[in-house]
């Protein structure tokens, strides 16, 4: 009896280590990971192109859907752009596009913020130089910048807004399925691809398109000033090749992003100011997107 007290107090012992080895082992790695990232948050500030002596241009890049699930947020580029325009020793500002189009309210955010910028550093011209696509709300982006260069085989323009979704009300009645929609509000069930077409509601759908694609006219407009060609087909949804683009106004000449940095800005040092989204947020974003799309049978008007 005294052997087997003995070993169980002896267990609990050694339990007892393991848990404190344990305990010990998860707070040194704490520390530590806490550490690391303070060390490479000061490496990061070190690193920040605001602290860039000489004459150069600041590039920030727009890279993908505005406002998608993988692509362009608004917040990080207005928070580039205002750590752009109030760089030391920036010449000029330079947006590089690569965007099909997107999210109409993100793509005004960008538009408003760079016209502030541009009104509070009259000094600082901002430039956009076009990738491979500048459609849609890349190009609602690109028309607030002074001057669009392009490569003669970039495509550019698209001036329009869509809304789009699917109807199964015809293979619901195959499979005989039957659609049971309560709603608080005669329209809450809006555009409901499972219910029968409402020409009611299809009109005001139509209502919102024209009104985004007015919205999105006026800005091309404001932006482009006597610099836009009026003619047929210009703000229908179209798109054109960069040398079309050129003709009708909707961009300025063909260049590079080195050629804009060294024969436009005269700044041919080019420094990346684009801020990178975190993984937080973008895991957030995401998450954000995917509830939203299982909510809406239907996509809210885009710029694509």
């Known amino acids: 009896m005294e052997d087997k007290t003995i070993e169980r107090l002896a267990d609990a012992y050694l339990g007892e280590l393991r848990r404190q080895r344990r305990g010990r082992f998860w707070w040194r790695f704490a520390f530590f990971t806490v550490l690391l990232l303070t060390l490479l948050g000061w490496w990061g500030d070190d690193q920040h192109p605001g602290g860039m002596d000489g004459a150069h241009t600041a590039l920030i890049e727009i890279h993908g859907e505005i406002g998608g699930q993988e692509g362009v947020v608004a917040d990080a580029v207005i928070y580039s752009l205002n750590e752009a325009f109030n760089g030391h020793q920036v010449k000029g500002v330079v947006l590089r596009i690569n965007s099909p189009g997107g999210s109409p309210v993100a793509a005004g955010q960008i538009y408003d913020e760079i016209r502030r910028q541009r009104a509070l550093h009259p000094n600082i011209p901002v430039y956009t130089v076009v ?31 869509l809304m789009d979704g699917f109807g199964f009300t015809e293979v619901m009645k195959k499979v005989g399925v039957e659609r049971r929609l309560l709603t608080a509000g005669e329209s809450k069930g809006f555009l409901d691809p499972f219910s029968p077409r409402d020409a009611t509601e299809e009109q005001h759908a139509r209502q919102l398109l024209a009104e985004a694609h007015t919205q999105f006219i006026d800005a091309v407009r404001e932006g482009r000033g006597k610099r836009l060609k009026a003619q047929p087909g210009v703000f229908s949804g179209l798109i054109w090749h960069g040398a079309s683009s050129i003709k009708l106004g909707l961009a300025d000449g063909l260049g590079s992003l080195e050629f804009v940095a060294r024969e436009v800005v005269k700044a041919e040092e080019i420094v990346d100011y684009t801020q990178p989204e975190d993984l937080a947020d ?12 299982s909510l809406k049978p239907w996509t809210t008007p885009r710029l694509h």
């Open 282 to 293: 973008r895991l957030t974003r995401q998450l954000g997107v995917a509830i939203g799309t």
């Open 131 to 161: 990738d491979e696509i500048c459609a849609s709300g890349g190009y609602y982006i690109a028309a607030a910048t002074d001057k669009i260069f392009v490569d003669k085989a970039s495509l550019v323009g698209s001036i329009g807004v």
